[in-house]
């Protein structure tokens, strides 16, 4: 809206007429010459300034100066059209008297004119230098209504109102508004006051009614009121805004200022610039974004030699290198993760057939939440290099977390930053190093964490494997939430008992056994060789271990479930062979089970099979360790006495528990093995484990305790080539255990001949290769009788009344 009105800026082309030749023109009572204006409309009761530059408005002013005439200004329906006819005006004009006029120097005439009265075109009347028309005039109406008066109270308020959000307003405007008090007269000059467009203007020009008028202009004035009052709140606040960047932008400049002063500006700007430039590349989420900034913000506050700087910029290095962004899935090949694992792995069909199922689900529900695996084997079995198969098979970036030793939380879930030195956990770290969201990360050695003073991070690793809550993972030190969910995680332990329950419960447990003598052969000739061959700088053909030679060194130098102490030898032998091509001595080495002593020194181990052969009272157990199976010798003896059981070599409670148990089933079937009451007598039974340094415990040599001592006191020597495992009952029963496929392979590494073992594990056998089967005897034990049998080849068939009675 605005109180001024436009002016026209179109000039006439043609000669102006003489004065003389448009005065003497005389007009009937009824006919006035008209201006047609192009896009402005006049109000009566107004003083309005018009310009003119067409040669017939010329005319028309001219005439109405000189004959003091009236003169009626109408719009023009088309403003493009330059000769108006009748059917290109608006039917409804206004009357005028002009106040003051002038002519400037380009023709054109200025005028003040003061509106009269409405009138209504009836017809045009030709013969005119200028438009002229015969028209009605319409008069006011004489009485006024209750309702126009109330309508032009709200008019005047509403006038004022809009008068005092305009800048620039002569307070005179707003005295004459409270000085008319005629409705008519005041609808008329609030709608010269609407910056409203020339339509709603004619309309409210031909509105009659005084009531419908007022009604008109108060909607739209109100409406303006309404825009002006929005625009108004805007451009105050836009204007504190800028004021507010005025104030930090002159703040800023002094704090520049000071810190130049000071030195401390060097390379400051650079590196905010650059973390800025980090942050909005890096694909945070809209909360921890705002979260960087706000801390980039701090950090543009500081010194550049405040302690406090180059910690929060570490802290913006971290937040912006992390890998925010979850990168697109490849495709994954279930016939190329065969063969990666076949290329990477020999045997284990088991726990291949498992991991093809694991990234079948990832294939067909990438979203998923998959199972947590966990590879559970002693050392040296692979477990690693399956981690790295499956990452090689789903495309993506492979990490290793070592748990082994740690015993803080904080290694886990990371410091917090009030600390001096505080870094994020070794699961952010991962992902910094993996630069993937979804990368496959391995948590090698779950089971050797352990707890302390400063937190168990055990309970930090619960999150972090839980599917239900790693979305939203908090570190410490960065203190926002981070998205874990995508992680695929893999762990490894190799004893599952050392894991805590809750761990456990998260984690789908597979087991790797030992390789069998066979299965280390080929391993080691598809990959070991070749590969400490190419790590000692030695070509294919330059060096060769025979069979036999690599069976000699499975047998002689290594007692183990994997295949690394195995590598290592196969090194040792490579490095002789590099030796001797370097030396110029030969230029191709073959190494054969003969140049094994000169070059690994004497056998490390030995079968003691034969050498136990001829002693009543040892019998070999079999043990299940956390590197694999192994053979032990339980050892008894008898000397003088006061029918002490004296037990040695480390044993723990249960083996304890068993010696006792072992040696009371004896006395009770001494009769079955014709052992004589008189021989428990002033006798003391000592049971002796070898290898005392190594703590021993567990369930599972009952059998093997009960054999030697029944071997002991039958003075009958237990054949040689027969190991056994079990636990035992004082009715007799022998019982199931554990840990059957690890000593099998055990006792196939030794070079026995026959395996005792419970009836009740038959059913594990399934586990063990079908090459190591073939090579060893089985007996399967529903009693101790079944045993003896085996192992003394005697059985105590007649069941004779014993000296002893079980009560």
């Known amino acids: 809206m605005t109180y001024t009105l436009s002016e026209e800026s179109f000039i006439a082309e043609g000669i102006v007429m003489e004065q003389s030749a448009v005065t003497q023109f005389k007009l009937p009572k009824d006919v006035i010459a008209l201006v047609p204006m192009r896009n402005l409309v006049v109000f009566p009761h107004v003083l309005t300034a018009i310009t003119v530059g067409r040669a017939k408005s010329i005319a028309a002013v001219e005439h109405a100066l000189h004959s003091n005439w009236p003169l009626g200004i109408v719009l023009q329906k088309d403003a493009a059209v330059d000769e108006p006819g009748l059917d290109a005006l608006f039917n409804m004009g206004t009357i005028i008297s002009i106040v003051r006029h002038l002519t400037s120097a380009d023709g054109l005439r200025h005028a003040v004119c003061q509106g009269l009265e409405r009138f209504c075109i009836e017809e045009l009347v030709e013969g005119y230098p200028f438009l002229a028309a015969r028209i009605r005039r319409i008069a006011e109406p004489a009485e006024v209504s209750t309702e126009a008066e109330a309508l032009a109270m709200q008019l005047r308020e509403r006038t004022v109102e809009i008068l005092s959000l305009l800048p620039g307003v002569p307070a005179e405007l707003a005295h004459a508004l409270q000085a008319t008090r005629a409705p008519s007269h005041l609808a008329d000059i609030a709608a010269s006051l609407l910056d409203a467009e020339v339509g709603e203007k004619q309309m409210l020009l031909e509105t009659l009614s005084t009531e419908e008028r007022l009604k008109k202009v108060l909607q739209i004035l109100s409406r303006r009121i309404e825009v002006l009052r929005l625009s108004q709140e805007i451009g105050e606040r836009t204007k504190e805004q800028l004021v507010d960047r005025e104030r930090k932008f002159l703040l800023r400049e002094q704090l520049k200022t000071i810190q130049k002063e000071l030195g401390e500006t060097e390379g400051n700007d650079q590196e905010i610039t650059e973390l800025d430039e980090a942050i909005a590349k890096a694909g945070m989420p809209d909360e921890i974004e705002a979260q960087a900034r706000k801390e980039l913000q701090r950090l543009q506050r500081m010194p550049s030699a405040s302690s406090e700087y180059s910690m929060l910029h570490i802290y913006l290095e971290w937040m912006t290198e992390l890998p925010w962004r979850l990168p697109a899935d490849m495709p994954i090949d279930l016939n190329a993760a065969r063969e990666i694992l076949e290329a990477d792995h020999f045997g284990l069909e088991r726990v291949k057939q498992r991991v093809v199922e694991f990234l079948a689900v990832q294939k067909l529900k990438p979203q998923g939440r998959a199972p947590i695996l966990c590879f559970v084997g002693p050392p040296g079995v692979g477990k690693t290099s399956l981690g790295q198969s499956i990452a090689r098979a789903l495309q993506r970036p492979f990490v290793r977390v070592s748990l082994g030793g740690v015993h803080d939380e904080a290694e886990m879930r990371g410091h917090r930053r009030t600390y001096i030195g505080a870094m994020p956990g070794n699961i952010v770290q991962s992902l910094r190093k993996a630069k993937a969201r979804n990368c496959v990360m391995m948590l090698d050695e779950v089971d050797k964490m352990s707890a302390s003073l400063h937190g168990d991070p055990s309970a930090a690793l619960l999150e972090v494997l839980d599917p239900e809550q790693n979305s939203t993972f908090r570190d410490n030190y960065l203190g926002v939430p981070f998205d874990l969910s995508r992680v695929v995680f893999i ?237 035992i009952s004082l009715r007799g029963m022998v019982l199931p255990v554990g840990g059957i496929k690890e000593k099998v392979l055990a006792a196939q590494r030794a070079g026995l001949r026959a395996v005792l073992l419970p009836a009740r594990n038959e059913k594990d056998l399934r586990e063990v290769p079908e090459a190591t089967r073939a090579t060893l005897e089985f007996v399967f034990l529903e009693t101790v009788d079944d045993a003896i049998q085996a192992a003394l080849g005697q059985r105590g068939a007649s069941r004779a009344a014993s000296e002893f009675k079980l009560i």
């Open 491 to 727: 762990a490894t332990a190799n004893v599952i008992d050392n894991v805590p329950p809750p761990v456990r419960d998260r984690m789908e447990i597979i087991d790797i056994p030992g390789y069998t003598r066979e299965e280390k052969l080929q391993i080691a000739l598809r990959y070991l060789v070749a590969r400490q061959c190419e790590g000692n700088g030695l070509t294919e053909g330059q060096c060769e271990i025979t069979v036999e030679a690599l069976n000699s060194i499975i047998a002689n130098y290594t007692r183990e479930a994997g295949v690394r102490q195995f590598e290592r030898e196969i090194g040792r032998v490579m490095r002789h062979a590099a030796m001797r091509v370097a030396d110029g001595a030969q230029l191709r080495v073959r190494v054969d089970i003969a140049d094994l002593d000169g070059i690994l020194g004497p056998a490390k181990y030995e079968h003691e099979i034969g050498l136990r052969a001829s002693l009543p009272g040892v019998a070999t157990g079999l043990a299940w360790t956390p590197t694999g199976g192994d053979i032990l010798f339980i050892e008894a003896t008898r000397v003088s006495g006061r029918g002490q059981l004296i037990l040695t070599g480390q044993l723990g409670g249960v083996m304890k528990e068993s010696a006792q148990a072992a040696l009371t089933l004896v006395k009770a079937l001494a009769g079955d093995l014709h052992i004589p009451a008189s021989m428990f007598d002033g006798v003391d039974v000592h049971v002796h484990v070898p290898a005392g340094a190594i703590p021993k415990d567990g369930p599972s040599a009952g059998v093997a305790m009960f054999i030697a001592l029944a071997s002991l006191f039958t003075d009958r020597p237990i054949n040689h080539d027969v190991a056994m495992t079990g636990e």
